[in-house]
């Protein structure tokens, strides 16, 4: 069973033998998602015996939801930033402390903390009511020791402490003190929605393994969710670009297209996959590191509001209500497709009274108009996926053999998902100038990516021989290697610990497809001589489905 | 400290599949730290940093600037096209307004590699500011360009590829050649006999710190530029006075280059030599980067600062004063010299021997320039190598004149193939390149 908790609606399907056995589709109730939960499962799951089920993928927009909207704990940070950004550019809140020490990009103390210091602060902290604690430390990655020493002696101050670096595995310390922030700001929320969550499948006699969808396109097991909610944000666009991955087949550069009512959310496939983020996605202004499908979002929907300034028509950003053929306030490109005879929902006299006073400052007649908005949005939304093509070629790349590579995009398919797939696609087609396809299930593809993603996981692994260490990036761990440690040994090590992660997160064994994103190795010379080598390797479960889907 | 924020490009190549050998400076590992610490404090996600990658520059390109023997490819590979290549994606992001200012923080290096080239010179190879300067020149119009060295060593073949040019001002600031290679850069190298004053060399004494460079800067480079109005600043900006840097013997700091880097505002910046890899590249290139993008850098040292340990002694501070001061009227009597020094003569010559340390080649070569008040002169270069190869290049400048076009033109005609191996035309002017 894959479910989909949306900003509009709920959706869930099941899936026997790999084909849609049911869908179902609710509204959701924005202030209770449980009770949507309830809702659709009831329509879902009445005559099926939830025994059978294998099990259960939620996406839900809770995470994204609470910090969008704000409903987040008050959380007390404290950072070890050392020497470079002023603390300026670093402070996420009010409750932000600076404290001295530092780690060097090699992993080294450079210089120690003060626990004295640390446990004023926790106390500071226990006196403001401060329950949340983020702790980050430059390049705490490389070596978490002072990110650890902290923990210990504040442990007693606060209820709850998020670690910078097992968050992710990459460098960037604004964005870890970003994600660790949010990790700890919507933990108290995000738990207690596990909890109801289970309770609730307790109560429908689901006892098969239940998993919440990252903003990767993979799973975690709903257990081991509880500390890192962050990875949950922007499932919502992740689900739906599984779900159309798991109902195509080509291996082929591809656009994927959501367009719904207020955005249109564009991915690109190379060969075949999606791609991720280069370092983390976006939410809300924050840049973090939480590992996510590279999905870009524009202003512009079936129902975004359509004006006309100055003679020429505006379409979007904004969302002021349903198109006016369905009772909305405003004229929106789906009145447009309805005029036009492109679809046949709605009231179309209601539409043409929407566009009329448009047409007029247009001096045209109301089908003129129409066509002109429904161009004008087509070419948005294709001209978004050129720049968000030629934005992935100019990539940045640090080798002179990836450089002379140069591999272009050259998209043989458009997928289009969404309200107004249908009546789009094809004029969108024309205009990227390659077939287009509307997968069968277009309108639950976002429950049915989530039924079928499998769990992901990254490591990242740093050896260092000089030193004799090697570091666990995601994990904390800081081992003794040899000498003559190679680089066969790191990507050994980094494929057994990403095995063990991604078991550890509900992964079945089965389904872990791992694969080597990164392999460098560096003669480290000192003097005249090379005393050591550096050695970087990181290692992917990359997004995925357990199985696709039959047609 | 609040400022205001500009655009900056930033054009960063490792270039972590090259290296001149395995051990060598010029080697895979050298900007791994800063690429750690660039990504580390997360620079890439301001609003006024914006990442490029490096085009490739074009064998024309070369030969707009050199004169490659025998031939471009044989003295290039593909990383010098690439950081060639970043450095003209800085001036075109630049020239087209897309950023402010813009960084390439690229590899290898270019600042020794002179007008004619047989090999590598001091881990260069081809002068990637040179060849960017000249494009943007052929693709945006004559400009008049500043080229600020900074790297430790004297910038010894951008000033031979712009020796003869009025419209390129090259200063350089380094360590006193008497103490570090190419041994060259003293006072009296002034320019060329059309160009003098467009060639000013400031030789610091060993462990000069911040204070010295930053008075230099101040009482010297600063207002030179005032009065030489350049469209364009260029940082060469080697990294190898750093205080850690082990090839050099200089005491400047990270936080020094950042506030140099705020004052001279180069347009471009071009990264040449630095080899401290771990202690000071990623410190200054972080305070690099936020110093041309407007940003406040004054947090930015290296964990291991100490500023009593590098402070220069006060004879080396009087010795700066005073040599700023020898410098800057020597640039004022810049018009008075010409007369002194060339008179009435028709053509200048002079005989340099070039050695390609990095390739083991040593070069006889005799510059002709045609003295001209019309243009920057003809140049005609006659050289020899002990790999054989003799050549003869007729170089016609930019924005030449009738009759040293006319003259140029006649000689690369009438030069012959029985005493040289290969005669090569060089036509700045026109963008023709000819090889016989
Ligand atoms: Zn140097
Ligand atoms: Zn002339």
Redesign the pocket.
């Given at each position: 069973m894959g479910i989909d908790v949306g900003g509009t609606h709920t959706d869930a399907v099941l899936i026997e033998d790999l084909r849609i056995k049911k869908k179902a589709k609710v509204i959701t109730n924005e202030r209770d998602l449980l009770d949507s939960l309830w809702r659709v499962t009831d329509d879902l799951l009445r005559e099926e015996n939830p025994e059978r089920l294998e099990r259960v993928v939620l996406s839900t927009t809770i995470s994204t939801n609470a910090i969008v909207q704000g409903k987040t704990d008050r959380v007390g940070m404290i950072l070890v930033s050392g020497p470079g950004l002023s603390p300026s550019l670093l402070r996420i809140n009010e409750d932000c402390h600076f404290i001295p020490g530092y780690v060097n990009h090699r992993g080294m103390e450079i210089a120690g903390i003060d626990r004295d210091n640390v446990s004023r602060i926790g106390e500071r902290f226990q006196r403001d009511g401060i329950d949340h604690c983020g702790i980050v430390g430059k390049f705490s990655i490389r070596n978490p020791q002072q990110e650890i020493e902290i923990r210990e002696t504040i442990a007693t101050h606060v209820r709850h402490v998020s670690l910078g670096h097992r968050m992710a595995g990459r460098l960037n310390f604004p964005r870890r003190i970003a994600t660790t922030f949010l990790n700890e700001a919507i933990r108290e929320i995000y738990t207690n929605f596990v909890k109801q969550v289970l309770d609730l499948m307790h109560l429908r006699n689901v006892s098969v393994p239940i998993y919440i969808l990252k903003a990767d396109g993979g799973t975690i097991d709903i257990a081991q969710s509880g500390e890192f909610p962050v990875q949950t944000i922007l499932s919502g666009p992740a689900a739906s670009i599984m779900g159309i991955l798991s109902m195509v087949e080509s291996r082929d550069d591809a656009i994927a297209l959501d367009i719904g009512g207020t955005t249109t959310d564009i991915a690109v496939f190379a060969g075949g996959v999606p791609l991720l983020e280069a370092v983390g996605v976006t939410i809300f202004g924050h840049k973090t590191l939480v590992r996510g499908l590279r999905i870009r979002s524009i202003g512009v929907g079936g129902d975004s509001r359509v004006r006309c300034e100055d003679g020429r028509i505006v379409i979007g950003p904004e969302r002021e209500g349903p198109a006016a053929a369905f009772g909305g306030p405003f004229p929106t490109p789906t009145d447009a497709m309805i005029v036009l005879g492109l679809t046949s929902i709605g009231e179309r006299e209601r539409a043409k009274g929407a566009l009329l006073p448009l047409s007029r400052h247009m001096q045209c007649s109301v089908l003129e108009a129409a066509k002109t908005i429904f161009e004008q949005t087509c070419e948005k939304i294709a001209s978004a996926c050129l720049d968000e093509m030629e934005a992935i070629v100019n990539r940045p790349v640090y080798t002179i053999h990836e450089i002379l590579e140069d591999r272009r995009l050259e998209p043989k398919i458009l997928y289009v998902v969404g309200g107004s797939a249908r009546p789009m696609a094809f004029r969108l087609g024309e205009m990227l100038g390659c077939p287009v396809y509307i997968p069968e299930h277009a309108e639950v593809a976002n429950a049915i990516g989530a039924a079928l993603a499998r769990t992901t996981a990254e490591m990242t692994i740093l050896a260092d021989t000089e030193q004799g260490t090697l570091t666990i990036g995601e994990e904390g761990d800081r081992i003794v290697i040899p000498p003559q440690f190679t680089r066969e040994d790191a990507i050994g090590i980094a494929k057994e610990k990403l095995r063990e992660r991604a078991i550890k997160m509900g992964a079945k064994e089965e389904d872990l497809e791992i694969e080597v994103t990164e392999d460098q190795e560096f003669n480290m010379v000192r003097g005249f001589y090379t005393t050591g080598k550096n050695i970087r390797v990181r290692a992917q479960v990359k997004p995925g489905l357990i199985a696709s889907l039959r047609t | 400290m609040l400022k205001k924020e500009r655009k900056t490009g930033l054009i960063f190549f490792p270039a972590f599949d090259w290296a001149i050998s395995p051990t060598h400076p010029e080697r895979e590992e050298r900007l791994l730290y800063t690429q750690d610490q660039v990504f580390e404090e997360g620079l890439l996600d301001f609003d006024s940093i914006i990442e490029f990658k490096p085009g490739l520059a074009t064998v024309g390109d070369v030969n707009r600037v050199h004169i490659c023997v025998p031939d471009t490819r044989s003295v290039i590979t593909e990383s010098h096209l690439v950081s060639a290549g970043g450095a003209i994606t800085a001036a075109e992001k630049v020239m087209k307004r897309e950023v402010d200012n813009a960084f390439a923080l690229v590899r290898p290096p270019g600042h020794h590699a002179m007008l004619v080239v047989r090999g590598a010179r001091g881990f260069c190879n081809v002068n990637i500011e040179a060849i960017m300067v000249e494009y943007i020149r052929k693709h945006y119009g004559p400009r008049r360009v500043a080229i600020v060295d900074t790297d430790c060593h004297h910038g010894d073949g951008t000033q031979d590829i712009y020796w003869n040019d009025p419209n390129t001002l090259c200063i350089s600031i380094h360590q006193d050649g008497r103490t570090l290679y190419p041994g060259t850069g003293f006072h009296r190298e002034f320019g060329g006999p059309?160009a003098l004053g467009a060639t000013i060399n400031i030789p610091l004494p060993p462990r000069t710190s911040d204070e010295g460079f930053l008075y230099i800067l101040d009482h010297v480079i600063l207002p030179i530029l005032d009065e030489f109005k350049p469209d364009l600043v260029i940082n060469s900006a080697g990294q190898d006075n750093h205080y850690s840097d082990p090839i050099t013997d200089m005491c400047f700091t990270a936080q020094g280059y950042a506030l140099l880097n705020d004052r001279l505002s180069p347009h471009i910046a071009v990264l040449e030599g630095g080899y401290s890899i771990e202690k000071a590249l990623p410190y200054v290139n972080v305070g690099i980067i936020l110093a041309m993008a407007g940003l406040d850098y004054s947090n930015v040292r290296e964990p291991d600062y100490d500023p009593l340990t590098i402070r220069q002694s006060d004879e080396i501070s009087r010795y700066v004063e005073k040599e700023a001061a020898e410098i800057y009227t020597l640039w004022e009597k810049r018009g008075l010299m010409r007369e002194k020094l060339i008179g009435n003569v028709e053509y200048v010559r002079r005989k340099k021997p070039v050695y390609y340390d990095t390739d083991g080649i040593s070069e006889q070569q005799e510059e002709t320039v045609?003295v001209?008040?019309?243009?920057?002169?003809?140049v005609t270069i006659a050289s020899a190598a002990d790999t054989g190869n003799r050549i003869f290049a007729v170089i016609i400048?930019g924005q030449?004149?009738?009759?040293?076009?006319a003259k140029g033109e006649e000689i690369y005609t009438e030069t012959g193939k029985d005493k040289y191996n290969y005669v090569y035309l060089q036509d700045r002017e026109r963008d023709i390149f000819l090889v016989k």
């Amino acid at each position: 069973m894959g479910i989909d908790v949306g900003g509009t609606h709920t959706d869930a399907v099941l899936i026997e033998d790999l084909r849609i056995k049911k869908k179902a589709k609710v509204i959701t109730n924005e202030r209770d998602l449980l009770d949507s939960l309830w809702r659709v499962t009831d329509d879902l799951l009445r005559e099926e015996n939830p025994e059978r089920l294998e099990r259960v993928v939620l996406s839900t927009t809770i995470s994204t939801n609470a910090i969008v909207q704000g409903k987040t704990d008050r959380v007390g940070m404290i950072l070890v930033s050392g020497p470079g950004l002023s603390p300026s550019l670093l402070r996420i809140n009010e409750d932000c402390h600076f404290i001295p020490g530092y780690v060097n990009h090699r992993g080294m103390e450079i210089a120690g903390i003060d626990r004295d210091n640390v446990s004023r602060i926790g106390e500071r902290f226990q006196r403001d009511g401060i329950d949340h604690c983020g702790i980050v430390g430059k390049f705490s990655i490389r070596n978490p020791q002072q990110e650890i020493e902290i923990r210990e002696t504040i442990a007693t101050h606060v209820r709850h402490v998020s670690l910078g670096h097992r968050m992710a595995g990459r460098l960037n310390f604004p964005r870890r003190i970003a994600t660790t922030f949010l990790n700890e700001a919507i933990r108290e929320i995000y738990t207690n929605f596990v909890k109801q969550v289970l309770d609730l499948m307790h109560l429908r006699n689901v006892s098969v393994p239940i998993y919440i969808l990252k903003a990767d396109g993979g799973t975690i097991d709903i257990a081991q969710s509880g500390e890192f909610p962050v990875q949950t944000i922007l499932s919502g666009p992740a689900a739906s670009i599984m779900g159309i991955l798991s109902m195509v087949e080509s291996r082929d550069d591809a656009i994927a297209l959501d367009i719904g009512g207020t955005t249109t959310d564009i991915a690109v496939f190379a060969g075949g996959v999606p791609l991720l983020e280069a370092v983390g996605v976006t939410i809300f202004g924050h840049k973090t590191l939480v590992r996510g499908l590279r999905i870009r979002s524009i202003g512009v929907g079936g129902d975004s509001r359509v004006r006309c300034e100055d003679g020429r028509i505006v379409i979007g950003p904004e969302r002021e209500g349903p198109a006016a053929a369905f009772g909305g306030p405003f004229p929106t490109p789906t009145d447009a497709m309805i005029v036009l005879g492109l679809t046949s929902i709605g009231e179309r006299e209601r539409a043409k009274g929407a566009l009329l006073p448009l047409s007029r400052h247009m001096q045209c007649s109301v089908l003129e108009a129409a066509k002109t908005i429904f161009e004008q949005t087509c070419e948005k939304i294709a001209s978004a996926c050129l720049d968000e093509m030629e934005a992935i070629v100019n990539r940045p790349v640090y080798t002179i053999h990836e450089i002379l590579e140069d591999r272009r995009l050259e998209p043989k398919i458009l997928y289009v998902v969404g309200g107004s797939a249908r009546p789009m696609a094809f004029r969108l087609g024309e205009m990227l100038g390659c077939p287009v396809y509307i997968p069968e299930h277009a309108e639950v593809a976002n429950a049915i990516g989530a039924a079928l993603a499998r769990t992901t996981a990254e490591m990242t692994i740093l050896a260092d021989t000089e030193q004799g260490t090697l570091t666990i990036g995601e994990e904390g761990d800081r081992i003794v290697i040899p000498p003559q440690f190679t680089r066969e040994d790191a990507i050994g090590i980094a494929k057994e610990k990403l095995r063990e992660r991604a078991i550890k997160m509900g992964a079945k064994e089965e389904d872990l497809e791992i694969e080597v994103t990164e392999d460098q190795e560096f003669n480290m010379v000192r003097g005249f001589y090379t005393t050591g080598k550096n050695i970087r390797v990181r290692a992917q479960v990359k997004p995925g489905l357990i199985a696709s889907l039959r047609t | 400290m609040l400022k205001k924020e500009r655009k900056t490009g930033l054009i960063f190549f490792p270039a972590f599949d090259w290296a001149i050998s395995p051990t060598h400076p010029e080697r895979e590992e050298r900007l791994l730290y800063t690429q750690d610490q660039v990504f580390e404090e997360g620079l890439l996600d301001f609003d006024s940093i914006i990442e490029f990658k490096p085009g490739l520059a074009t064998v024309g390109d070369v030969n707009r600037v050199h004169i490659c023997v025998p031939d471009t490819r044989s003295v290039i590979t593909e990383s010098h096209l690439v950081s060639a290549g970043g450095a003209i994606t800085a001036a075109e992001k630049v020239m087209k307004r897309e950023v402010d200012n813009a960084f390439a923080l690229v590899r290898p290096p270019g600042h020794h590699a002179m007008l004619v080239v047989r090999g590598a010179r001091g881990f260069c190879n081809v002068n990637i500011e040179a060849i960017m300067v000249e494009y943007i020149r052929k693709h945006y119009g004559p400009r008049r360009v500043a080229i600020v060295d900074t790297d430790c060593h004297h910038g010894d073949g951008t000033q031979d590829i712009y020796w003869n040019d009025p419209n390129t001002l090259c200063i350089s600031i380094h360590q006193d050649g008497r103490t570090l290679y190419p041994g060259t850069g003293f006072h009296r190298e002034f320019g060329g006999p059309n160009a003098l004053g467009a060639t000013i060399n400031i030789p610091l004494p060993p462990r000069t710190s911040d204070e010295g460079f930053l008075y230099i800067l101040d009482h010297v480079i600063l207002p030179i530029l005032d009065e030489f109005k350049p469209d364009l600043v260029i940082n060469s900006a080697g990294q190898d006075n750093h205080y850690s840097d082990p090839i050099t013997d200089m005491c400047f700091t990270a936080q020094g280059y950042a506030l140099l880097n705020d004052r001279l505002s180069p347009h471009i910046a071009v990264l040449e030599g630095g080899y401290s890899i771990e202690k000071a590249l990623p410190y200054v290139n972080v305070g690099i980067i936020l110093a041309m993008a407007g940003l406040d850098y004054s947090n930015v040292r290296e964990p291991d600062y100490d500023p009593l340990t590098i402070r220069q002694s006060d004879e080396i501070s009087r010795y700066v004063e005073k040599e700023a001061a020898e410098i800057y009227t020597l640039w004022e009597k810049r018009g008075l010299m010409r007369e002194k020094l060339i008179g009435n003569v028709e053509y200048v010559r002079r005989k340099k021997p070039v050695y390609y340390d990095t390739d083991g080649i040593s070069e006889q070569q005799e510059e002709t320039v045609r003295v001209c008040t019309d243009c920057g002169g003809l140049v005609t270069i006659a050289s020899a190598a002990d790999t054989g190869n003799r050549i003869f290049a007729v170089i016609i400048p930019g924005q030449s004149c009738p009759a040293c076009r006319a003259k140029g033109e006649e000689i690369y005609t009438e030069t012959g193939k029985d005493k040289y191996n290969y005669v090569y035309l060089q036509d700045r002017e026109r963008d023709i390149f000819l090889v016989k």
